[in-house]
């Protein structure tokens, strides 16, 4: 589907006779469409090096994938249903026509509990923190150990991709951040090779797991039991990974928040129940990962710096661009 075969679905489509109506979230893979009582997800028609949506089977396929990784964590996942074409119509769900696309439906949340928006407003406590490290070390806990082979080559790759963005950098934030960008590739690959034995190491004692992918602020609802949603289904890589690499995102976005105290606290009650942390020099991987976390964000916030339709766009990215680029330098000091 594309744009406006949504904003038609949205405008003349139907779920179980009624129209569908609701508000539309994009983002740069998906459309989500909200209305009183679900959520619709619907893939885009796009591909990159890491992820393809570009066919029909494919799309049905990650949306299946979606539906199963996302049920390990919470139960609004309900169902992937067909969209169709039926007359000059389309609809949402099984029956005659010919299958267009397909959405994830899940069940509609309260907004004003997202854990990002509640951080704005001062409203996360260490309860919160102690509910997610119970929920968190619980699922790390049983998911499936994942005997994938360190590849030390890729690992450095995915970190030096930030230096796509230094010339970019350097003319808008000024040449200290190309320098600072520069160092950080550097320091990222001599400890790769000095700490490649532990993780190696942490792989065969099965630290390494099928986990989320994409543990953060914006893909939490802090209700009573904490519901954590949209895990990455579109490349296994990104999910397969060091448990210790998963709550370094989590913490890192804490600490991108000014929660520091957030941070620790959870930490401290995660590792109460999943002891991944046994020496001095997993204190240090932990905090690589936090750098490495920080390095992906401020490279997605460049790229939308990059693509930025207004001055005021612009400025607010940038800010972002300088703060991840601020963390990742401040990690990585720690890591020598």
Same mark, same amino acid.
């Given at each position: 589907?594309?744009?406006?075969?949504?904003?038609?679905?949205?405008?003349?489509?139907?779920?179980?006779? &009624?129209?569908?109506?609701?508000?539309?979230?994009?983002?740069?893979?998906?459309?989500?469409?909200?209305?009183?009582?679900?959520?619709?997800?619907?893939?885009?028609?796009?591909?990159?090096?890491?992820?393809?949506?570009?066919?029909?089977?494919?799309?049905?396929?990650?949306?299946?994938?979606?539906?199963?990784?996302?049920?390990?964590?919470?139960?609004?996942?309900?169902?992937?249903?067909?969209?169709?074409?039926?007359?000059?119509? %389309?609809?949402?769900?099984?029956?005659?026509?010919?299958?267009?696309?397909? @959405?994830?439906?899940?069940?509609?949340?309260? @907004?004003?509990?997202?854990?990002?928006?509640?951080?704005?407003?001062?409203?996360?406590?260490?309860?919160?923190?102690?509910?997610?490290?119970?929920?968190?070390?619980?699922?790390?806990?049983?998911?499936?150990?994942?005997?994938? @082979?360190?590849?030390?080559?890729?690992?450095?790759?995915?970190?030096?991709?930030?230096?796509?963005?230094?010339?970019?950098?350097?003319?808008?934030?000024?040449?200290?951040?190309?320098?600072?960008?520069?160092?950080?590739?550097?320091?990222?690959?001599?400890?790769?090779?000095?700490?490649?034995?532990?993780?190696?190491?942490?792989? &065969?004692?099965?630290?390494?797991?099928?986990?989320?992918?994409?543990?953060?602020?914006?893909?939490?609802?802090?209700?009573?039991?904490?519901?954590?949603?949209?895990?990455?289904?579109?490349?296994?890589?990104?999910?397969?990974?060091?448990?210790?690499?998963?709550?370094?995102?989590?913490?890192?976005?804490?600490?991108?928040?000014?929660?520091?105290?957030?941070?620790?606290?959870?930490?401290?009650?995660?590792? &109460?129940?999943?002891?991944?942390?046994?020496?001095?020099? &997993?204190?240090?991987?932990?905090?690589?990962?936090?750098?490495?976390?920080?390095?992906?964000? @401020?490279?997605?916030?460049?790229?939308?710096? %990059?693509?930025?339709?207004?001055?005021?766009?612009?400025?607010?990215?940038?800010?972002?661009?300088?703060?991840?680029?601020?963390?990742?330098?401040?990690?990585?000091?720690?890591?020598?």
């Amino acid at each position: 589907m594309e744009t406006n075969s949504i904003e038609q679905l949205m405008d003349h489509g139907l779920f179980r006779g &009624e129209p569908i109506g609701g508000t539309l979230i994009e983002t740069h893979i998906s459309w989500v469409i909200l209305t009183r009582e679900y959520a619709f997800k619907i893939k885009k028609p796009m591909q990159y090096s890491f992820l393809d949506f570009s066919t029909l089977a494919n799309r049905k396929f990650y949306c299946e994938r979606e539906l199963w990784l996302n049920q390990r964590l919470t139960d609004i996942y309900l169902d992937v249903l067909p969209i169709r074409q039926q007359g000059g119509s %389309m609809v949402i769900g099984k029956g005659a026509g010919k299958t267009i696309d397909y @959405a994830v439906r899940m069940k509609k949340l309260q @907004a004003a509990k997202k854990m990002d928006v509640r951080l704005r407003k001062n409203q996360v406590s260490r309860m919160h923190m102690d509910s997610l490290a119970k929920k968190i070390a619980h699922f790390h806990q049983h998911t499936t150990i994942i005997r994938t @082979a360190f590849d030390p080559s890729r690992s450095k790759i995915d970190f030096n991709d930030i230096e796509t963005i230094a010339d970019w950098a350097g003319s808008h934030l000024g040449q200290s951040h190309t320098g600072q960008i520069r160092k950080a590739i550097a320091q990222s690959n001599a400890f790769l090779d000095r700490y490649g034995n532990l993780i190696r190491r942490r792989i &065969e004692e099965g630290f390494q797991r099928d986990g989320h992918g994409d543990l953060h602020a914006k893909n939490i609802f802090l209700y009573r039991d904490p519901v954590i949603f949209d895990c990455i289904e579109f490349n296994d890589a990104f999910r397969q990974i060091d448990v210790l690499n998963e709550v370094a995102f989590f913490c890192m976005d804490l600490e991108a928040h000014e929660r520091w105290d957030l941070s620790k606290h959870f930490m401290g009650s995660y590792l &109460e129940r999943m002891p991944c942390i046994r020496s001095a020099r &997993e204190v240090k991987l932990f905090t690589y990962y936090k750098a490495y976390r920080a390095n992906i964000r @401020a490279k997605v916030n460049a790229f939308r710096a %990059m693509q930025a339709i207004s001055a005021r766009q612009l400025n607010k990215y940038a800010n972002e661009v300088k703060k991840y680029l601020h963390l990742m330098t401040h990690y990585l000091q720690q890591c020598g």
